[in-house]
């Protein structure tokens, strides 16, 4: 399984990060995939992409459509379709161009979930055709859904295009602006109905906007081929810590209504969970810095993807720190 990091932001950010991991990170390579927003991206921070793009630092990037920012309502969908195109023809510069969806939210009545997933079919295949073909073979579709019938539908729209690279875009959101994804039983049940379908057409399938340890743990369970996160990043400025196979805790106790740990909690998980890194050998160091949550969470990530861990290391961890994923543990087996 792939680990997208998803990096729609500045300049400063992202030399920042960069920098960090080359003075205080290992060599497994966090930004080997990437995803950016073109249509939102400060320019500068999309001359920094480019540039490593440019220099190998980056090995695949995508393209996403911004369906994120019709969800929060900073541009209408039928305006993201022509402002997008144009994007796409002028900056052929990526391996991969998400297809414009619309999202739903778990908010939204049945009519308008439906509405949206009508929308991101016929929106999709429009624009699909309108896209130099080149890029045709590059883009990727994303379903859409809370029931089955309605991803469904949306699937078989999806596999019309013939990309052989499908997204799945509809976990059930909450928070500010039903901005946080979260995997429910009800949403894995539906994304192991689709990676079964798409298993013997040889498609990969692509989930957007994963955020914890614990979902990552149930993706690759689903033989999912990628994913993209912002969690780690975001959820530091929260003042929140991963660990392997763990949600996330905080340790700034600045947010009174989030669940925090002590010194002594998140030095018992570091045994346990058998992470070390740089930016978590001091915890007060961790505390106090955002950009070292960052850089930790970062490489929280990178030993999901890359360290070994056995099946009832895994469950104890769970069962410990992350119980309300447990309703994964038979199929885990
Ligand atoms: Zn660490």
Redesign the pocket.
């Known amino acids: 399984m792939n680990f997208i990091a998803s990096l729609t932001r500045d300049s400063g950010e992202l030399n920042t990060m960069f920098r960090l991991w080359q003075e205080h990170g290992d060599e497994r390579d966090p930004f080997a995939n990437v995803m950016i927003t073109p249509l939102f991206m400060p320019p500068n921070g999309k001359k920094v992409i480019q540039n490593w793009r440019e220099k190998g630092i980056i090995k695949n990037l995508y393209f996403d459509s911004a369906g994120f920012y019709v969800q929060m309502g900073k541009i209408e969908y039928t305006r993201l379709f022509s402002e997008l195109l144009m994007v796409y023809r002028n900056e052929q510069w990526a391996d991969w161009y998400i297809l414009p969806d619309h999202v739903p939210t778990s908010g939204d009545a049945e009519e308008t979930i439906w509405k949206k997933v009508r929308d991101t079919a016929e929106y999709s295949q429009m624009f699909y055709e309108e896209l130099p073909s080149e890029l045709q073979m590059k883009s990727i579709p994303v379903v859409h859904g809370f029931t089955a019938a309605q991803a469904n539908y949306s699937l078989q729209a999806a596999i019309k295009l013939k990309t052989g690279y499908i997204g799945f875009g509809s976990f059930s959101t909450s928070g500010k602006s039903s901005s946080i994804n979260k995997l429910t039983p009800a949403a894995y049940t539906l994304l192991s109905q689709i990676t079964n379908k798409i298993a013997q057409a040889s498609i990969k399938l692509h989930a957007f906007g994963v955020s914890t340890p614990p979902v990552v743990h149930l993706l690759r369970q689903l033989k999912v081929f990628s994913f993209d996160s912002i969690g780690w990043m975001k959820t530091a400025g929260f003042g929140k810590v991963y660990m392997p196979y763990v949600r996330a805790y905080n340790i700034t106790y600045k947010d009174k209504s989030a669940q925090t740990i002590t010194r002594y909690e998140f030095e018992e998980m570091q045994a346990i969970t058998g ?3 740089f ?2 050998s001091s915890f007060q160091q961790l505390h106090e810095k955002r950009y070292y949550r960052i850089m ?1 969470n970062l ?2 990530m990178m030993d999901m993807m890359h360290k070994v861990y056995t099946p009832d290391h895994i469950h104890l961890i769970l069962d410990r720190y992350s119980a309300k994923y447990n309703f994964i543990n038979g199929e885990i087996k």
């Open positions: 992470h070390t890194c930016f978590c930790h490489s929280v």
